[in-house]
């Protein structure tokens, strides 16, 4: 069992930045790659970026690619989520969860999601 906790969220003017992080409990962190969501009210929650288990390879919606990094420390065991030039449009809840068996790929399985962390940002 992995057990996520994010952090960073916060309401933020449009065109500003946050860093979103997730930590993770458990020894086999490292062994995992690893994806942040978001879900806006009355809309499916949607894959925003995805990382790999060694960091190497990182993966991006459409809507956020350029603007945002996923990046991760596994020594901390924390997989963060740099958010610039912000819009109205990435308010949403943003959860991490972790994907075993895959490489952080927007098709792959998810699973031991975290509570979830609020972006607002303001026009």
């Known amino acids: 069992q992995v057990q996520l906790v994010e952090s960073g969220g916060g309401l933020v003017q449009a065109g500003g930045s946050l860093r979103l992080a997730c930590a993770a409990s458990?020894?086999?962190?490292?062994?995992?790659?690893m994806g942040w969501f978001r879900q806006a009210p009355g809309k499916e929650r949607e894959f925003v970026a995805g990382?790999?288990?060694?960091?190497?390879?990182?993966y991006y919606a459409d809507s956020v690619k350029g603007r945002f990094t996923i990046s991760r420390d596994n020594a901390k065991n924390t997989v963060y989520l740099q958010m610039n030039s912000l819009k109205p449009e990435d308010t949403a809840v943003y959860y991490c969860?972790?994907?075993?068996?895959?490489?952080?790929?927007?098709?792959?399985?998810?699973?031991?999601w975290g509570q979830g962390t609020q972006v607002t940002v303001s026009s």
């Open positions: 969860a972790v994907d075993r068996t895959g490489w952080g790929r927007k098709g792959d399985y998810y699973e031991y």
């Open positions: 458990g020894r086999t962190f490292s062994n995992y790659a």
């Open positions: 990382i790999s288990w060694n960091g190497i390879s990182t």
